[in-house]
């Protein structure tokens, strides 16, 4: 049984990676749809977790995505000349999380259409972070169903690093396929 | 005072580069395997989706796919042969933050401002098809807006709000994103 993540909060971070609820291989190839109608107000999403974090794993999304800004990887750098209490975790892998994260819970036929948050507290190695989600709305517009969610990332001391929303888009039970490429409902 | 502050960062030089686009630019390369591999394994996200073939063609999208906003990247990737972008910014700089001084190809005009710091402050992200590999990507940016705020310590500072938009070799719409940067 899922924890809230209220509760979640309250573990030492040695207690909350028994909590991860991020799918293996295995769940992701079987992931039943979730359909409009599954979907409640107030309802939370599965909390995922990554970490502790380490310069290695920072360094590998740089590397990755060929972003050289000193503040990810070069310690001296981000401590003396910018004053910050480390090499950073980046915004651009915690803006590449969210897509990851709500494609799974609208797998197989649903889509992730999109998501707008704030970067606020900064993350460094060591920190153990929260992914989690919490439907705020749900509405149907020309046969789909729309889910608004409020979403974010927070460290082991319940910081949190990115408030933000998303919507995504589940079909109806019995109803329509979601159309791909994702084609937006007219306002 | 605050007004004055916040003209000194804003000025007519700032202000007229709302709504600048740069040119419409093709990546370098393409939506390749490796590209992929690093960026799901640096993302943790083990999805077959990706990766394995016969999975991925009994989807809804008959093929392997690729992270969203994968391509948004790609951009970061520069063609070799060109003067090394890196060493130019160390020489213009030599206390380069490493990004700041590092033009992209296509790139958007540097925002005319001694304020050099830059951090991220947030994101949005629209999503319409994933990117196939094999895929050559073409992008567009523009300086959606700017404005000019006070910090707690009464230190003027600009958020830079730019928008970029990414299609495929077919003009398909693969996503569109907004970066808002803070320059200090």
Known sequence: ?187 | MTQASLESVLTPEVKAMIGVKGEIVECWGTVDEEYLRRFIQAIMDPDPLYWDEEYARASRYGERITPPIMVSYLPNRLPPGEEDPVTRAFRENPMSDGIGGVRQRGGLPPIPTKLVRILNAGNDIEVYKFPSIGDKIRYQSMYKDIQAHIGRDGTPFLTVVTETRYWNQKGELLCITRAATIRR
Do not use: C
């Not at chain 1, 971070?13 to 979907?39: F, G, S």
């Not at chain 1, 994260?101 to 900064?122: C, E, I, T």
């Open chain 1, 1 to 187: 049984m899922a924890l809230p993540l209220e509760q979640l909060l309250k573990l030492p971070p040695e207690e909350m990676l028994k909590h991860n609820e991020k799918p293996t291989v295995e769940q992701l190839r079987t992931q039943q749809q979730r359909y409009y109608e599954d979907v409640t107000e107030g309802m939370e999403l599965p909390k995922y977790i990554y970490g502790p974090m380490t310069p290695t794993h920072i360094f590998r999304w740089s590397a990755a995505i060929e972003n050289w800004h000193r503040i990810h990887y070069d310690l001296a750098f981000a401590t003396h000349h910018d004053r910050l209490p480390s090499i950073l975790v980046q915004g651009s892998w915690k803006q590449s999380i969210i897509p990851s994260y709500l494609k799974d819970w609208v797998r197989p036929n649903g889509w992730f259409w999109k998501a707008s948050f704030q970067h606020r507290a900064m993350l460094v190695p060591g920190d153990i972070l929260i992914v989690w989600g919490r439907v705020i709305k749900k509405y149907v517009k020309e046969g789909m169903g729309f889910v608004d969610l409020e979403i974010g990332m927070k460290n082991q001391d319940g910081i949190e690093s990115m408030p933000g929303t998303a919507t995504v888009v589940l079909p109806l039970r019995g109803g329509k396929p979601i159309p791909y490429p994702f084609i937006p409902p007219k306002e």
